[in-house]
């Protein structure tokens, strides 16, 4: 090795990030993938929940359908835990040894990762407030009640293709 590759690997080693900057980078997208898609999902199965519950204060026979509706807007944080699970499965994290990941590897999963993390929180909460108007469908045109299910599998496209570029990403990074 070459004293200038030699003062370059331990300029990199007394920075910030060190040896474990680019596991770390990478654990981070990772995790904000499933945080932020667990948060968007509770967010959105909560809004739901509420104004089902209200519903079923009325009419306990609607339940089944409610459920339904309240149920949908929790896709979102199986999403972010399938790319959670999948980038560190990539990373080589799950062959009993830590990976060595260079820090432009660990950048590479944090973009990677990032649009299931902010995807799945917005649409989460957004799928949320659909179906809490849903259950505002099936209240009032209970017979209606499938056309909410259609508005809020509008909504769900979009945490499907921010699922897919994320899996794409991830499936593209070298090792």
């Not at 474990?20 to 499933?34: E, K, T």
């Not at 917005?122 to 469908?137: E, L, W």
Request: neutral net charge; aromatic residues 10%; hydrophobic residues 55%.
């Amino acid at each position: 090795m070459t004293e200038l590759a030699q003062m370059f690997e331990l300029q990199q080693s007394a920075t910030f990030f060190g040896s474990w900057g680019g596991l770390a980078l990478a654990l981070l997208g990772a995790g904000l993938a499933a945080v932020l898609s667990g948060i968007g999902s509770a967010k959105g199965t909560g809004m739901a929940g509420e104004a089902g519950a209200g519903l079923l204060c009325q009419d306990p026979g609607k339940f089944g359908k409610v459920m339904i509706l309240q149920v949908i807007p929790g896709t979102q944080g199986l999403y972010g835990l399938v790319v959670w699970f999948f980038a560190i499965f990539r990373m080589g994290l799950l062959s009993g040894s830590l990976p060595e990941l260079t820090i432009a590897q660990g950048f590479q999963y944090l973009a990677a990762c990032l649009p299931m993390a902010l995807g799945g929180l917005f649409s989460a909460i957004a799928q949320g407030r659909v179906a809490a108007a849903s259950i505002n469908i099936l209240a009032k045109k209970p017979d209606d009640w499938s056309k909410g299910m259609v508005l809020c599998i509008t909504v769900e496209f979009y945490a499907i293709l921010a699922l897919l570029a994320s899996m794409l990403m991830i499936i593209n990074i070298s090792a």
